[in-house]
């Protein structure tokens, strides 16, 4: 499986940016999207996932209600939708992809197998 994320850029506070994933090697059936993100000096942290056979979504409460995540089969990709962004917000996002094994692991980075290459957003006050 091999992620491609996309989407990222400057963006001023209270704005809004998505952010594509594309994969390829796989159909994402039985599999689990997630979406981490890291700022300088701190560890990665969840910030969303979808149940790619049901579309369920889970969040972290950072972001609840700003961030949405939805997906096209079709295409393959996972987006994440970020509405009235703060500059806490900046840090590069990774999208990751795993097969779904239920609902204790999702937000466990360290379960996810594949991940794709990052992409910066930066949120200006």
């Known amino acids: 499986v091999q992620l491609q994320a996309s989407g990222g850029g400057p963006v001023q506070a209270g704005g809004s940016v998505r952010l594509s994933c594309a994969a390829s090697?796989?159909?994402?059936?039985?599999?689990?999207m997630g979406w981490f993100r890291q700022a300088p000096g701190k560890e990665r942290e969840f910030v969303g996932v979808i149940r790619w056979n049901r579309a369920h979504t889970y969040y972290s409460d950072s972001v609840k209600g700003r961030f949405t995540i939805s997906k096209d089969s079709a295409k393959k990709t996972a987006y994440l939708k970020m509405n009235s962004l703060k500059p806490e917000d900046t840090a590069v996002y990774y999208c990751a992809a795993k097969p779904d094994r239920g609902l204790p692991t999702i937000r466990d980075r360290n379960r996810f197998l594949y991940w794709g290459q990052g992409t910066q957003v930066t949120v200006s006050s």
């Open positions: 090697g796989c159909t994402l059936s039985g599999y689990v």
